[in-house]
């Protein structure tokens, strides 16, 4: 057989695979989509579910899950932007920031179950936050965080060392040069991280079952007193 | 009269030793050229002029700088007023990524000028002392990244004249430039002469006796011989010098 024969199969087995991945994917869109769609209406999704009948709505549940990736990214955004700052602007190359950097990679390889556990241990009895939108919140955001720094911090990485410079030479202080320089060219990066954590977040599951609880409470729509317990803002209620 | 005076001194990556004992006067009103081989320290010295050296890991150093009378390692030498008056233009152009008048007017809006008009007016001077106001003047709101590579360079000159510097260091300003920007950029510095003092690092032989008033030539680390570049290029004193002008080495 000569090169190009091998070439041409090689091509046909590798279409046959990338073709069957498409057609699984495809199939199971089309079927979700073809069951779903007809169920989906502006009722549907702003109504209550019921409990015991059939019928009823996923407001709540779509509120909770907008609500907690909100809160979420509130809490794990700054430090983040702080950590992944730090990490790729002030530290320098020694034993401790290695260390702080094999951290990182640790927590972001642990299973959303186990951050789930440890976030029922330490923040629902520990600090006896119950199962709230607070605790589920801040487990995600344990869940989040590593991730986060790290896509942070290689798109603050990846502007060169040239515009660095560029700023210092102006004579602008380090901070100068990072705020004003960096950041804004790292933004898109940080943009596209942030998004690819929020989709992250928005499909987790695990951690929350633990932590935020499993049954929402009746919300009351009218009611934006954080403190009420029906109020859908407040973060102390279970979601 | 001396502008940047350099006495003994000694600069050390680490261990080793990238600057011995130089000693150098910068004349005002003056371009200086370095010349010298690669890896001789050009670039060290003239990073040492603006304090740049302090970004790098290890680097130690010895001996005095002075601009005008202040020595500009003494402790309360304040760093960021000494680059504002130490400008530097880099050997790529490294413009901000956004647009012309911005990349301009970046410097002199963090320093405090906050005036619009004041502002604009800095630019368009900026600009038309950098020889690149009359190629922009119509599209001031461009990025500059979609520029030529020798219409970044003379951004970064502006950029660097915007902030009202004594002093502008330019390593290497034209080499990754077309003969026709280099041109521009030779004829644009010798203009800037009656306003600034310069110091230009360059591997080019003719640019360094066609714009500078001295040269010295570096070897390994050291000086090996600083005159007024005419002297340099017709009657060096040295051998090595000698050696390396007429393309011997290097
Ligand atoms: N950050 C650094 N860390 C360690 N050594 C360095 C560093 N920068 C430069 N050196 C060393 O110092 C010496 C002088 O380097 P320098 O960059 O000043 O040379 P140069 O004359 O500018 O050369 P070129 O013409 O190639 O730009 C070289 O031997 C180089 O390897
Ligand atoms: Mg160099």
Redesign the interface.
């Known amino acids: 057989m000569n090169a190009k024969k091998i070439d041409k199969i090689a091509v046909g087995f590798l279409y046959a695979m990338a073709g069957v991945i498409v057609l699984i994917l495809f199939s199971l869109l089309a079927f979700i989509l073809w069951r779903g769609i007809p169920q989906i209406s502006w009722e549907f999704l702003t109504t209550p579910s019921k409990s015991f009948q059939t019928g009823g709505g996923i407001v709540i549940q779509l509120f909770n899950s907008f609500y907690l990736l909100i809160l979420t990214m509130l809490i794990s955004t700054p430090l983040s932007l702080g950590a992944a700052i730090y990490l790729s602007e002030y530290a320098?190359?020694n034993l401790l920031t290695d260390f702080i950097r094999t951290i990182i990679e640790v927590l972001s390889s642990l299973p959303s179950v186990v951050v789930g556990l440890f976030g029922f241990l330490v923040f629902v009895l520990q600090w006896g936050l119950g199962f709230s939108i607070l605790s589920g919140a801040m487990a995600l955001t344990l869940f989040n965080l590593p991730l986060l720094t790290r896509t942070i911090e290689d798109s603050l990485r990846a502007i060169?060392l040239?515009?660095?410079?560029?700023g210092?030479?102006?004579?602008?202080?380090r901070w100068?040069t990072v705020n004003?320089?960096i950041l804004?060219?790292a933004l898109p990066g940080i943009l596209t991280g942030m998004i690819l954590a929020a989709g992250r977040i928005f499909g987790e599951a695990a951690a929350l079952i633990y932590t935020a609880g499993q049954s929402a409470p009746a919300l009351d729509f009218t009611n934006w007193n954080p403190l009420s317990i029906s109020s859908p803002l407040n973060v102390m209620r279970p979601a | 009269m001396s502008k940047v005076t350099i006495k003994e001194l000694n600069l050390f990556y680490g261990k080793f030793q990238a600057l011995h004992n130089i000693n150098l006067p910068i004349l005002k009103n003056e371009i200086t050229a370095f010349i010298g081989p690669s890896g001789c320290g050009k670039s060290t010295l003239i990073k040492s002029l603006?304090r740049?050296n302090d970004?790098v890991?290890g680097c130690t150093i010895s001996g005095e700088v002075k601009m005008d009378d202040e020595n500009i390692y003494a402790k309360e030498c304040n760093i960021?007023?000494?680059?504002?008056?130490v400008?530097?233009v880099?050997q790529?152009p490294?413009?901000?990524?956004?647009s012309i008048y911005d990349n301009i007017a970046?410097?002199p809006r963090?320093?405090g000028i906050k005036n619009k008009q004041i502002v604009d007016e800095l630019v368009e001077k900026s600009l038309r002392k950098a020889a690149i106001w009359e190629e922009v003047k119509d599209d001031l709101k461009k990025n500059a990244l979609s520029l030529s590579g020798g219409q970044q360079q003379r951004i970064?000159i502006a950029?660097?004249l915007a902030?009202d510097p004594e002093v502008l260091l330019m390593d290497e300003p034209t080499s990754a430039l077309d003969p026709i920007s280099t041109a521009k950029i030779e004829e644009l510095v010798i203009g800037l002469k009656k306003d600034y003092t310069l110091v230009i690092v360059t591997h080019n032989m003719q640019q360094a006796s066609r714009i500078s008033d001295k040269t010295a030539f570096f070897l390994n680390g050291k000086i090996i011989e600083y005159d007024e570049t005419r002297k340099i290029f017709t009657n060096p004193k040295k051998q090595e010098t000698e050696d390396y002008i007429s393309g011997r080495f290097g």
């Open positions: 320098k190359k060169p040239t515009q660095r410079e560029a210092l030479a102006l004579g602008l202080s100068e004003l320089v804004p060219a | 603006n740049m970004l890991e960021n007023l000494l680059r504002k008056r400008g530097m880099f790529q490294n413009p901000f990524p956004m970046y410097g963090t320093h970064c950029r660097a902030v």
